[in-house]
């Protein structure tokens, strides 16, 4: 049995090594020309990329466990010759994991992105991939290719005992149970490994991001883990939803997303303020005063609503938070059937307010209190621009942590204090997701009898206590504070779809002229556009996000989606209808300028037709990136 177990130690080291080599060729054949790196980057690379190898090692390590379990059951007069069976899955994997990794480090210097299911785009089309390489650079990769499999072949075979001692010979049956039972635990810390450990996030590509430097978060990424985790995410999405041919979806979408660049309403006396971004969880327009919400939920954020500029017809995007942070942070769409943050290839390729505003001197951070790897969160907010990322690893052990997701609000609240009064040049930028109005509503607070308004009631009460604590500091004067749900939440009981997506923005802080309220239109990805014009920051990279206060925005409207429906509302009313049937599930039509009642099936029909258009372009667009 001792030596079943030395070998799976033994191939499963000398799979971690491969990858660590693989690191170390990466680093040494694709760092940029002008970048300087030392052994201690590179040290830093391995360690972090330790956390997608290891889930990757654990894929490659299930068959050989499988073959020597099966060989603990092997009849006494059987052949026993390991290396024989193993070395055709040996040959198959090295091939693979060494095509991939040449072909990772290749491609790098002119894609600069790792290697991801972007590129069976081109196998249709090989000549047309090759063109811009010579022959001798393409037949030196298949040499490097050839060897490395070599390689791990020779290396995994050498490894790999000739034969294995039968053991119905010298153990009994309980023994040999025994030893199955062994391998079974070793099985299922195998697969704890390859899930990437047990808590709320699985393995994915943000865990190793770890620096400010693009290309060491790429080398730390394993290229065979990336490969595959975006295969399963990779679909035709200019086929979703295609509701019209291409003529009639571009005469339909004509003019919904207008350039809207000029003639903004000024809200703000200074165009560099620092600007803090709260984006508070499930915080929905029923737990608020100013969209018809219990007033005695709230009552920090209601003050505060008569002290700011509130926008009142803001509509979330969408219904779960990685959905909706990437509408209010890259004012991009949201999709009833995928999560955009957890497909890199695509999230990359957005623009982000982060990286915006860093263009123009800010430095930008981030604030969470749980699991910064949750939905692949942390790749979209490296990628973004967020440089200095704080999450629940940061604080200290002795700080107390209650909440099934991370640290409660009020713990993070006061990091926020912190990381402001720790800037040390202006302008900065700071984002902050909280948490703990989630389930399951459990907060270290007590004023409301129901659980769910309690647990808004707690992070109103911290909102409301940081910023009077902000305001007693010079920060304040030159400070905008954005906060803006990162979506809904059904409560109470019995809310419409409309209600539950229909929620508010607020600005607050010393840089604004004067308290405001904005009724106008809108959803959360119009946030980006909105900001970045008070700024002065051309946005037209924002494709799906609008200046609500410039002068060009002349058709408001609001849409939003679930997994089951798409809405619409704009000035004719609203309409919630169902993906499959594309039948109605909510309607409501309003009357016209002369208080007539309009034709109510017309201004329907027109609603859903726009939606309709509006989501397929959304996947045209995703397509395209």
Not at 108 to 115: D, G, N
Not at 517 to 543: C, F, R, W
Request: net charge neutral.
């Amino acid at each position: 049995m001792k030596q079943r177990i030395v070998y799976l130690i033994l191939f499963y080291l000398s799979v971690l090594l491969v990858f660590v080599m693989q690191k170390t060729a990466f680093f040494l054949a694709c760092t940029p020309a002008t970048a300087h790196y030392g052994w201690g980057d590179w040290w830093d690379v391995v360690v972090h990329g330790m956390l997608l190898d290891v889930p990757t090692t654990g894929y490659l390590m299930v068959l050989p466990l499988l073959v020597v379990i099966a060989t603990i059951w092997t009849p006494r007069h059987s052949s026993l010759r390991l290396r024989r069976w193993l070395t055709p899955y040996y040959a198959v994997v090295a091939v693979v994991v060494a095509l991939v990794m040449v072909a990772d480090a290749s491609l790098y210097p002119f894609w600069q992105f790792k290697l991801d299911a972007t590129v069976f785009i081109y196998l249709d089309s090989p000549k047309g991939a090759t063109a811009s390489v010579s022959v001798g650079y393409i037949v030196w990769r298949v040499v490097l290719w050839f060897l490395s499999a070599a390689g791990m072949v020779v290396l995994w075979r050498w490894l790999t005992p000739l034969r294995l001692r039968a053991l119905h010979a010298t153990c009994g049956l309980w023994q040999r149970s025994l030893y199955t039972l062994c391998m079974v635990v070793l099985a299922a810390v195998l697969f704890v490994s390859i899930r990437g450990g047990l808590g709320e996030s699985t393995a994915n590509i943000g865990r190793v991001y770890y620096a400010e430097d693009v290309f060491l978060n790429h080398a730390a990424v394993n290229p065979v883990f990336s490969l595959i985790y975006s295969i399963d995410k990779t679909q035709d999405y200019g086929e979703e939803f295609r509701y019209f041919d291409e003529e009639e979806r571009c005469r339909l979408f004509e003019g919904m997303y207008p350039d809207t660049a000029s003639d903004t309403v000024s809200l703000l006396r200074t165009k560099r303020p620092n600007i803090i971004i709260i984006l508070l969880e499930g915080f929905g327009g029923k737990t608020v005063a100013a969209t018809g919400g219990s007033p005695e939920i709230t009552p920090h954020y209601n003050r505060l609503c008569k002290q700011g500029v509130l926008f009142s017809n803001c509509y979330s995007n969408s219904y779960r938070t990685d959905r909706g942070m990437l509408s209010a942070l890259s004012g991009y769409a949201s999709f009833p059937n995928m999560s955009v943050m957890k497909v890199p290839a695509k999230s990359r390729t957005l623009p982000c307010v982060a990286s915006t505003l860093d263009s123009v001197g800010y430095r930008s951070s981030f604030l969470y209190g749980g699991d910064i790897n949750f939905t692949n969160m942390q790749s979209y907010l490296r990628t973004g621009g967020y440089g200095t990322i704080v999450s629940d690893v940061d604080f200290p052990s002795s700080q107390v942590r209650d909440n099934h997701w991370g640290y409660d609000d009020d713990v993070t609240f006061d990091r926020l204090f912190q990381m402001m009064q720790e800037q040390k040049r202006t302008p900065w930028h700071i984002g902050f997701l909280t948490l703990s109005s989630h389930e399951p509503w459990v907060v270290p607070y007590q004023r409301l009898s129901h659980p769910i308004a309690n647990a808004f009631a707690f992070t109103d009460e911290c909102l409301g206590r940081f910023v009077e604590k902000v305001k007693r500091t010079s920060l304040w004067n030159n400070l905008l504070i954005v906060c803006l749900p990162d979506h809904g939440f059904a409560y109470p009981d019995g809310i419409t779809r409309e209600e539950h997506h229909h929620n508010t923005m607020l600005w607050i802080g010393g840089a604004l002229k004067e308290p405001r309220h904005i009724t106008t239109l809108m959803n959360q990805s119009d946030m980006a556009a909105t900001l970045l014009g008070q700024l002065g920051i051309p946005h037209k990279e924002y494709v799906f996000s609008r200046d609500v206060l410039s002068n060009d925005y002349r058709y408001p409207f609001a849409i939003f989606s679930n997994r089951s429906f798409i809405g619409l509302r704009d000035s004719t009313g609203f309409t919630v209808f169902d993906i499959v049937n594309g039948k109605p599930l909510e309607d409501a039509t309003t009357t016209d300028s002369g208080n007539l009642p309009q034709d109510s099936g017309t201004a329907t029909s027109r609603r859903i037709t726009l939606a309709k258009a509006m989501m397929q372009s959304f996947f045209k667009d995703l397509e395209q990136r």
